[in-house]
């Protein structure tokens, strides 16, 4: 059982790990030095590099850390928390150092070879351990059954979409390529219809759209959307084209039927195949 780790202050780094009071890293290895000891560890240097700037420093010691978690298994069978690359440390920083900390990384992330890298590592470490990313969702689907961490998580990228909103184009276009396909849309058809099954998702989505419904340019950009659908005929038909039923409109379809409109919308418009193991077409 090995832990891999990066610093840029060894002797604060060594000292602390043989310090129970003081904390170390991650969740793994502090509960691993309080039931087995420090001293039950063997502490070693497993490479030292020097550059002439923090920010290739940086880089080689995050390359570095990708390299001997995957080396050593430390992520999947071992103390580390992440597959690495997260950013030198060796103890716990001040409010003002977490600061700089967090100001460097972000001017580090500005660096397109940085930025290459670090997703590089992140890759092949996937691509060389099958498991990895089932038990990385694992991980964080236990993580997120804390409010806390999920309300923390949408905030962040909120502000992070918010500042740069080609990110958010790139992601939305991201995710429209995964429901593009039929086990992306699978997918999310599941993960939708565990969400529905608790009360606080059914409660949460009731007051954001109640919230949107109360604006003016909401309503006025819905009017527009959805012009002309009520006043067009939609027929039902089996998978095989027999026609089954003509309503007056895709939401007289929905009423008597308790289907969803927006689906039946979906597949008049040809966006989706069928829907309730039917065909829908305007007339």
């Known amino acids: 059982m090995s832990y891999v780790g990066q610093t840029c202050a060894e002797k604060q780094r060594r000292s602390d790990f043989l310090n129970l009071n003081a904390q170390y890293g991650g969740k793994r290895i ?16 497993l490479e030292v590099v020097s550059f002439e700037t ?44 977490k600061k700089w900390q967090s100001d460097k990384t972000k001017k580090l992330v500005e660096n397109p070879e940085y930025v290459k890298s670090i997703s590089e590592g992140i890759k092949t470490y996937y691509m060389n ?21 999920r309300q923390k998580t949408s ?7 918010a500042k740069n909103p080609e990110r958010a184009k790139k992601q939305a276009k991201k995710l429209s390529e995964t429901c593009s396909t039929p086990e992306g849309r699978k997918r999310m058809s599941e993960t939708i219809k ?9 409660e949460k989505y009731s007051k954001s759209k109640k ?16 012009k002309g659908m009520n006043g067009k005929k939609v027929l039902q038909l089996t998978l095989e084209n027999t026609q089954i039923h003509e309503f007056e409109s895709a939401t007289e379809a ?14 008049c418009r040809g966006e989706r195949k069928q829907y309730k193991g039917y065909k829908w077409e305007y007339v």
């Open 194 to 202: 565990n969400a529905w099954k608790t009360e606080a998702y059914r």
């Open 54 to 97: 923090e920010e290739e420093t940086s880089l080689a010691l995050n390359k570095l850390e990708i390299y001997y978690i995957d080396k050593y298994n430390s992520y999947r069978k071992g103390y580390n928390n992440t597959i690495g690359g997260g950013g030198a440390n060796g103890y716990r920083h001040t409010d003002e150092y």
């Open 155 to 161: 905030i962040a990228h909120k502000k992070s979409y």
């Open 129 to 149: 351990n099958p498991n990895a990313r089932k038990e990385k969702s694992d991980e964080v689907k236990k993580r997120y059954e804390n409010p806390l961490e």
């Open 211 to 226: 919230a949107l419904w109360a604006k003016e340019e909401y309503r006025k950009k819905m009017a527009i959307a959805y």
């Open 254 to 267: 929905a009423r008597q039927l308790g289907f969803s409109f927006s689906s039946i919308s979906r597949v």
């Open 30 to 45: 502090e509960n691993a030095r309080k039931k087995y000891e420090p001293q039950s560890f063997n502490y070693e240097i």
